[in-house]
C-alpha cells in the first residue's frame, strides 16, 4: 500500500532527526566531558563538582534526546499496524462524506466572488507619498483579497458612519433588484457555510469519539491533529476570511498620517445590507408587497415548516442528525424566481449542489 509507505517515510524523518540529535549529544560527551571529568579529579575539588554538574546537565540532556527518538519510534510504528489501518478502513466512508461536505463548504465560499460582483474592480495602488513611507503598507494590500478605494479623509470618515450608502457608491454596487438578489443568494450561501462548518465539526467530533481512550498515549493533544489528517479527514478551514471587506483608506500626500475604514461583511453585516438595499429600491408595482427578504429568520421559517426534511429526496435531520439543510428558490432567482415562501424550499445540500450544476449547464 503506496500510502503506508508515504507514512513510513514521512515518519522516519523525525526517527532520524532524534537519532542524529541523539548521536551528536554522545559525541559532545565522549570527547569533551568524559576527559574534563577524569582531569577535574586531579585537581581541585571545587572544579570536579562543577564538572560534575555539567556532566548531570548533559544525562539530562541526552536522556530527554532518548526518549523523544523512542516515541518517534513509537508513533512511525503505530501508523504502521493493523490497529491505526482497520480504524482508518472502519471510517472511511463517513470520512469521505465529510471531505465531500467540506468541499462544498469552500465552494460556496466563493459566492461573492462568482456571483457576478467581482466588476467592483480593486482600485490600483498607487504610493502618493513623496517619500515611499507607507511603502510597506501598500504592499501588505496588494496580497489580500480585499475591495480597497483610495479616498479622502472625509469620505474615509463619512464611510464609517454610513458604510452601506459608501459601499454602493464608491464600489459601484447600484441599488436594484439584481444587486438585492445577488446580496441575498451571498447572505443564504454564508449561512449554510457557518451552519455547514459547525455540523461538520460535530460529526466529525461524532466520528472520533468512538476512539477516545482507545488510543495510544502518545496520540496527545499535539499528535491529534496529524492523526486526523491521516484517518483522511480534510482539515475544516474555520476562520472568516473568506468574507468580502471593503476598504477606504486615506494616506496623506507625506505619507505621515493614514486612515482607515474597513467593513466586513459577515452575516449581521449582510442582513444589514440587505436591508438597506431594499429600502432604497424602488420596487416594481407588482413585485412590492409579495416580495420578502432573506433573512435569518426567513430561513429558520422554511426549514421549520418543511420540517427539516429535503423536499427533493426525503432524507432529514432524524436520519441524519449532522445534515446540511438549505434554502432554495424553487424558481431559480436567474429565471425570475422570487424571494418569498412560496418559491422557497428546503433542500439537502446535496441535492441543492446537484440542482445548482443543473441549471448552470
Ligand atoms: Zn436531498
Redesign the pocket.
Known amino acids: 500500500m503506496d500510502e503506508k509507505k508515504l507514512y513510513y517515510k514521512e515518519d522516519s524523518k523525525n526517527v532520524h532527526k532524534y537519532l542524529t540529535v541523539t548521536n551528536i549529544v554522545v559525541f559532545f560527551g565522549v570527547f569533551s566531558l568524559f576527559p574534563s571529568l577524569i582531569n577535574s579529579f586531579k585537581f581541585e575539588l571545587s572544579s570536579f563538582f562543577a564538572v560534575l554538574l555539567i556532566f548531570l546537565i548533559w544525562l539530562f540532556i541526552l536522556f530527554s534526546a532518548i526518549s523523544l527518538l523512542k516515541n518517534a519510534k513509537k508513533i512511525r510504528e503505530f501508523y504502521q499496524s493493523d490497529k491505526f489501518w482497520n480504524i482508518k478502513n472502519e471510517i472511511k466512508g463517513r470520512a469521505d462524506k465529510c471531505n465531500e461536505l467540506n468541499d462544498h463548504i469552500e465552494e460556496l465560499k466563493t459566492t461573492f466572488v462568482s456571483s457576478g460582483t467581482k466588476n467592483l474592480g480593486k482600485v490600483e495602488y498607487k504610493d502618493s507619498s513623496n517619500y515611499n513611507f507607507k511603502r510597506k503598507e501598500w504592499e501588505k494590500l496588494k496580497n489580500t483579497d480585499e475591495y480597497v478605494y483610495q479616498c479622502s479623509s472625509t469620505v474615509c470618515k463619512n464611510a464609517q458612519a454610513q458604510p452601506f450608502k459608501y459601499i454602493c457608491k464608491y464600489f459601484n454596487i447600484k441599488p436594484n433588484e439584481e444587486n438585492l438578489n445577488r446580496i441575498e443568494e451571498v447572505f443564504n450561501n454564508f449561512s449554510a457555510v457557518e451552519e455547514g462548518k459547525k455540523l461538520l465539526t460535530a460529526e466529525e467530533d461524532e466520528i472520533m469519539r468512538k476512539f477516545v481512550g482507545k488510543l495510544p498515549k502518545f496520540i496527545d493533544d499535539k499528535q491529534y491533529p496529524r492523526f486526523k489528517k491521516r484517518l483522511g479527514f480534510k482539515e475544516i478551514n474555520l476562520s472568516d476570511v473568506y468574507y468580502p471587506r471593503f476598504k477606504f483608506l486615506y494616506v496623506s500626500a507625506g505619507g505621515n498620517s493614514s486612515i482607515e475604514t474597513n467593513i466586513t461583511l459577515d452575516l449581521d453585516n449582510l442582513s444589514n445590507f440587505i436591508e438597506y438595499l431594499s429600502e432604497q429600491i424602488k420596487f416594481k408595482k407588482s413585485i412590492e408587497g409579495q416580495r420578502a427578504l432573506m433573512t435569518p429568520k426567513l430561513r429558520a421559517y422554511i426549514k421549520e415548516r418543511d420540517n427539516y426534511t429535503?423536499q427533493?429526496?426525503?432524507?432529514s435531520i432524524k436520519d441524519e442528525p449532522h445534515l446540511l439543510l438549505e434554502i432554495d428558490h424553487i424558481v431559480p432567482v436567474s429565471k425570475g424566481g422570487m424571494t418569498c415562501e412560496n418559491n422557497l424550499q428546503t433542500?439537502?445540500w446535496?441535492?441543492n449542489r446537484s440542482k445548482g450544476s443543473k441549471i448552470s449547464s
Open positions: 429535503c427533493h429526496c426525503g432524507i433542500l439537502c446535496k441535492c
